[in-house]
């Protein structure tokens, strides 16, 4: 998997947030690795900086319950902007 993007952002992130993400506990300093950068989301799907595609399988811990841009939640947030 191709995430040279990833790497470059989170090198760039980490000059500005502490551990380079917005969470100690994701900031991967205990298992290393990367972080992946999520660039868009729909659904079930978020695709990361490098055009990888992901299930998400853990919908932000409820805010995202329904997916990332879901369409009755778009349609009714819509509804009441207008």
């Given at each position: 998997?191709?995430?040279?993007?990833?790497?470059?952002?989170?090198?760039?992130?980490?000059?500005?947030?502490?551990?380079?993400?917005?969470?100690?506990?994701?900031?991967?300093?205990?298992?290393?690795?990367?972080?992946?950068?999520?660039s868009e989301g729909?659904?079930?799907?978020?695709?990361?900086?490098?055009?990888?595609?992901?299930l998400d399988l853990?919908?932000?811990?409820?805010?995202?319950?329904?997916?990332?841009?879901?369409?009755?939640?778009?349609?009714?947030?819509?509804?009441?902007?207008?």
């Amino acid at each position: 998997m191709n995430i040279m993007r990833s790497k470059k952002y989170f090198e760039l992130s980490r000059k500005y947030i502490p551990g380079g993400v917005n969470s100690p506990v994701r900031a991967f300093g205990a298992v290393g690795g990367t972080p992946v950068f999520i660039s868009e989301g729909k659904g079930a799907f978020l695709v990361d900086v490098d055009g990888n595609r992901y299930l998400d399988l853990i919908n932000a811990w409820g805010p995202l319950i329904l997916g990332p841009a879901a369409e009755d939640v778009v349609d009714a947030k819509q509804q009441q902007v207008s």
